[in-house]
């Protein structure tokens, strides 16, 4: 078992990861700007990466494994935030300060968009890619770059895509949709966790995409949707245009990973589905 | 004129930057962590770039331009050296506070090898480059990127090509070279200055080659270094090998530049390797 750091550990894909480290008997530390109440066997470290020196919460920790998820992923605001650069600037403080404490192994996520676009997003995702495998040998680190397809799941911001058709139908509120034509790899948070964890348990080199191996046209994704709510006739086909220079179609390589580590996918978007709907509705209640 | 601040000003494309910003009238800024003496028509800030905040440098300069020369370039350090990755973190938070200080334009050198290599030197330099054009919208700043190609000249540090066969060659020392079949494009450090003169005054965007737009085999330049000292039969062919996955030719697309600055090379391989065992001389007898 292994002592592993993981920053942005309050996050979307943080709570689950660090939720998973835990299950596997990993010594997990994890920083946060605001760290929730104590929790069994979860060392928080208060920290602001994008603004404070990252060093004494690496010898704090004394980690051989690096879980790098924080980032800017404000909905609507991250894709061309001048926060991307900072990020950049942090996550070279942070891996630089992790290899000085000792740090063996980094893990990383990325995005499909980082060969796609010019954004200010995908090309800071796609540049610390690089300077972190370009530097991998002189840092005495092994990097692994996780790049996630199309992350969705209970407990996804609302501002993104299926927690805002998903909480509409379930209104009864009309939603105005493109024409869902791109397809995507859809791939739940669970799996994405699960992913992560098989990185850190398997310690290699490389870039690995993160999803099932299917693409699936949004349109199609927001009908199971409106199935699974009963809110059909709310959708408004058409009604936004797609992103300008947005990819057709965007799927996973799932090989490298399954022989890298043995992991798959193993939630489909029917389940996934299900369990955002379950769970919005439990929140409605609330 | 321009308020022009510029980094890396004692260096050795920054000495003669400096010199030819002040005779063309600019108000020049330039930073260092140990200035020379005062010398008129430039104002010098002491500041350490890699480990401070830029941020009371560029409140203090003012510059509506930032020429950014500053980087690691210890000949035979520069290419693996971590620094590369401490110089991108420093020059997103020089570019930043930059912007927020008022700036307008920012000029950045970068390299041939961008293309070519996974080293960590030109991966730092690519992905600074991406990073700043997918950022000069939201930063406000027009952002062009000098992409030099093969530099020398007098005043070139030892350890480097030229310098190094120029004074084995004058000292009467054997030199060991490569087969020198490698192609390069050639050009003098007075023409590289002239050409970030050049951007000051033509606010652009964009990626501009500097270069002669020739390439010429690095055995030619030695053996016209070779003619010039007199020292031809000292020259050892072959000795050592090339550099892994060293590209056959790299020659500079002038037309860019011309177009968008009217610059052009002026200065000659002869003439410049002239220039240099002329002031080898120099040096050798002080």
């Not at 000792?102 to 610390?128: F, M, N």
């Not at 993160?210 to 709310?234: E, Q």
Request: with cysteine; charged share 20%.
């Amino acid at each position: 078992m292994a002592v592993v750091l993981v920053t942005g550990a309050t996050g979307f894909i943080g709570r689950a990861t660090v939720d998973r480290l835990v299950r596997a008997g990993h010594d997990v530390h994890a920083t946060s700007r605001r760290p929730p109440g104590a929790r069994d066997a979860v060392t928080w470290h208060v920290a602001d990466l994008l603004r404070e020196d990252p060093s004494d919460v690496c010898r704090a920790a004394g980690a051989s494994t690096l879980v790098h998820l924080a980032w800017c992923v404000e909905p609507g605001q991250y894709w061309t935030s001048l926060e991307n650069l900072d990020w950049v600037a942090a996550s070279i403080r942070l891996v630089r300060a992790f290899s000085t404490s000792g740090g063996e192994s980094a893990i990383a996520v990325g995005s499909a968009a980082e060969q796609h676009s010019s954004a200010l997003y995908p090309t800071a995702k796609g540049s610390l890619r690089s300077l972190l495998h370009a530097g991998a040998g002189a840092l005495g680190l092994d990097v692994a770059w996780a790049r996630v397809h199309q992350l969705y799941g209970p407990g996804e911001a609302a501002g993104r895509l299926l927690p805002d058709v998903i909480s509409s139908l379930l209104r009864g509120s009309p939603v105005r949709v493109s024409a869902g034509t791109q397809e995507r790899d859809f791939v739940h948070v669970d799996d994405v966790a699960d992913a992560l964890v098989a990185l850190v348990s398997n310690r290699v080199n490389g870039t690995f995409d993160v999803g099932t191996g299917r693409a699936i046209a949004v349109a199609d994704v927001v009908r199971l949707a409106a199935a699974a709510t009963g809110g059909r006739d709310l959708i408004e086909w058409d009604a936004v245009p797609l992103r300008d220079g947005e990819p057709a179609c965007l799927r996973a390589d799932v090989t490298p990973l399954l022989e890298a580590t043995g992991w798959r996918a193993q939630v489909t978007i029917e389940q996934g589905i299900s369990s955002m709907v379950a769970s919005a509705k439990v929140d409605d209640r609330r």
